[in-house]
């Protein structure tokens, strides 16, 4: 018949390289996995999403890395210091720092992910004002810092401070269904990763692309804006960012992610 | 995504409509092994009525997880469903109820579809949607209506 019905559709077999860097979009799995193999969000895109991503000249989250290197620059705050005071070129100082966040906070007490390191550095180093949850430079920072790990594949060590027991609740959660409709990350991301949901195909629910850059809305999407939207997807509350819930769920969504390449900024639908 | 959930705001309006007193609570459901043999309002369901409501993304929802080929016209059925062609041939009227209300207590407990019309679901339900179902009773009768319209040409 002529029902426009999108048949099962594995991901696809194609390989990603941008400005000469290979990406890993296919590793094996960490011990204890659910799947043998874990994979990039890339290769569930259509290909026109995926040659944007491909090619960095077209890729319009390649903004927001410019706009974050304006801001390391920067002077801002009391200290009248910018990031580049400490830090000088993020090209060697920040080179591969973001594929191994979250990171154990000893003094907070909890894990940190590059977000709550920035507006750590801010107040703590810069006296200024952290920014407020998605504010652009915090997107953009983020976006920045993350581009410096272009290729690096994905890991966090899990055996600092309380990282396990983080990873454990985080856990908990991703098979937690929530909302009227009932679902849990899992009932999407793993029992029905491969399948189309509507017009949209299902992928792992992998980060190593945030920040990414999203068509539908037309601008960055950082990785608690995207836990919330799948969260509020459920019909549930949604959880505020960078709360403890969200901080687990990032501790264990970025160990399933483990061996991947950073993509940061990937481009999705 | 959010194709699939594009009127979830709106679908909070919708889902607010209140029980009416003649219809058979959730809470008082009475599963016969895989079937409800009881219809819930009492109310012949309506095949028309129920093809909007499997269609429409604030309400049932379904093409997001089955294909109908009947509904064609309809952009993006999902696949992770089987499709429900033919469904009249495999389930019964009470059976397709049944299925439609809590398709737990006919697969498994592990299902991923959403139980139309049950209160036992995921935890911190959004706030206006506390003790609602997602569909309501005459609802489910229109949908299962239209399921018993699915059947193989013979």
């Known amino acids: 018949s002529s029902l426009a019905v999108v048949a099962y559709a594995d991901p696809v077999d194609d390989s990603l390289e941008i400005d000469g860097t290979p990406i890993i979009t296919r590793a094996k799995a ?79 007490n909890k894990p940190k992910n590059l977000e709550l390191q920035i ?27 993350k581009h410096q790990s272009l290729g690096t594949p994905v890991s966090i060590d899990l055996k600092e401070g309380e990282m396990q027991s983080w990873w454990d609740k985080g856990k908990e959660l991703y098979y937690t269904r ?83 390449s950073v993509e940061t900024p990937a481009v999705r639908q | 995504m959010h194709r699939f959930f594009v009127c979830a705001v ?13 219809d058979i609570a959730p809470t008082d459901v009475k599963f016969e092994d895989t079937s409800i043999g009881q219809s819930l309002t ?19 929802n379904c093409l997001a997880c089955h294909a109908v080929t009947p509904l064609e016209s309809e952009q993006f059925h999902g696949n992770v469903g089987p499709s429900l062609d033919g469904v009249a041939d495999r389930w019964s009227a009470e059976e397709l109820r049944a299925i439609v209300v809590n398709a737990k207590h006919i697969f498994t407990e592990q299902t991923v579809m ?8 995921g935890i911190n339900p959004r706030k206006d949607l506390e003790g609602k179902t997602i ?20």
């Not at chain 1, 952290?130 to 976006?143: I, M, N, R, S, W």
């Not at chain 1, 960078?242 to 483990?258: I, K, P, Q």
């Open chain 1, 178 to 260: 929530t909302g009227q409709l009932d679902f849990s990350c899992a009932s999407c991301h793993e029992q029905s990763m491969g399948k189309y949901i509507r017009a949209d195909h299902l992928s792992q629910g992998q980060n190593n692309g945030f920040p990414t850059y999203r068509f539908n809305t037309g601008g960055m999407v950082s990785l608690h804006n995207r836990f919330r939207g799948c969260i509020r997807d459920t019909r549930a509350e949604m959880p505020a960012a960078f709360s403890d819930e969200l901080m687990a769920l990032e501790v264990y969504v970025t160990w399933r992610g483990t061996g991947l």
């Open chain 1, 30 to 108: 960490p011990e204890g996995h659910p799947f043998d193999e874990v994979l990039s969000g890339w290769l569930f895109r259509e290909a026109e999403t995926r040659a944007t991503e491909a090619d960095s000249f077209a890729n319009p989250g390649m903004l927001s890395v410019e706009r974050g290197e304006e801001i390391w620059n920067t002077v801002e705050g009391a200290a009248g210091k910018s990031c580049a005071s400490c830090h000088n070129d993020a090209s060697e100082t920040m080179k591969d720092v973001g594929a191994h966040f979250p990171k154990w906070d000893a003094a907070a």
């Open chain 1, 119 to 145: 507006n750590h550095c801010r107040t703590e180093q810069m006296g200024a004002e952290p920014y407020k949850f998605d504010a652009e430079g915090q997107v953009a920072l983020t976006t920045y810092i």
């Open chain 2, 42 to 60: 009492g109310v012949p369901g309506n095949p028309e009525e129920g093809a909007k409501v499997l269609a429409n993304r604030g309400l049932g």
């Open chain 2, 10 to 22: 709106m679908a909070g309006v919708l889902g607010s409509q209140v029980a009416i007193a003649s």
């Open chain 2, 114 to 121: 959403p139980a139309f019309y049950s209160l036992d679901y």
């Open chain 2, 135 to 154: 569909l309501t009773a005459q609802q489910v009768e229109d949908v299962v209506a239209y399921l018993g319209t699915l059947k193989e040409p013979e």
